[in-house]
């Protein structure tokens, strides 16, 4: 079954080091791999996509997401973090053969000062 | 270009009522996909429509339901609400349902 798997309810990263939000999926054939932001009472702003080419990919606000296929992982990465980037972030996954796309149960990043 | 807009943005209803809420794309986008999110279940699909149809559901009851008019806004229903009902709806327009969703700020619902 296709599903999208955010292991960590809950990431604590301290201001200015390194964030790693992990993400795995099972999609079946090619996925197309989607990051978004959610803060407090609004919707999910979206951050970054992958869907073929550099495995690397780069979004907003200084994140970016590493595509491995062989672990089939997805994760958002950014090399230093910020207060402001605290929220709740999902992760999703789309299967065109279904045209549908499946979210995360989400993670929430607390970066402390 | 305008983004995503829902209407209205807070609700108070009480239980047995009903309510529709509205979402009106980005324009040009014809997929729209509606969601409920709530602190206990997290994000949940409900359906999305395509040009007028109803393309995916997900496992909501038939008191949810939904339509799509020609200008690709869409409506969402909840018939007989229930105390369970009580969340916060998103409403999510793209070109495509692969492609990347632009949500809107989403409408609180209160069941009392």
């Known amino acids: 079954a296709q599903s999208v798997a955010q292991p960590e309810d809950q990431v604590n990263v301290a201001e200015g080091n390194p964030l790693t939000v992990k993400c795995t999926y099972s999609?079946?054939?090619?996925?197309?791999l989607f990051w978004y932001v959610q803060y407090p009472n609004r919707g999910l702003q979206f951050l970054l996509k992958y869907i073929t080419g550099d495995n690397l990919v780069k979004g907003s606000y200084g994140f970016e997401a590493e595509f491995n296929k062989s672990q089939t992982s997805f994760h958002l990465k950014k090399p230093s973090a910020l207060v402001s980037d605290s929220a709740l972030y999902f992760c999703?996954?789309?299967?065109?053969?279904?045209?549908?796309?499946?979210f995360g149960s989400g993670t929430r990043l607390s970066i402390r000062p | 270009k305008a983004g995503v807009t829902q209407t209205p943005r807070y609700l108070i209803k009480t239980r047995g009522q009903q309510v529709t809420l509205s979402c009106s794309p980005i324009s040009g986008h014809r997929s729209v996909s509606w969601y409920q999110q709530t602190p206990g279940q997290g994000l949940q699909f409900l359906f999305e429509y395509f040009s007028e149809t109803q393309r995916n559901k997900g496992n909501f009851p038939g008191r949810f339901s939904g339509r799509q008019f020609s200008n690709s806004r869409s409506e969402m229903n909840v018939s007989t609400l229930e105390l369970g009902d009580s969340a916060l709806y998103l409403c999510a327009s793209s070109s495509g349902a692969v492609d990347t969703q632009y949500f809107g700020p989403g409408t609180r619902l209160t069941v009392l």
């Open positions: 999703a996954a789309g299967y065109s053969s279904a045209s549908k796309i499946i």
């Open positions: 999609v079946s054939g090619n996925p197309y």
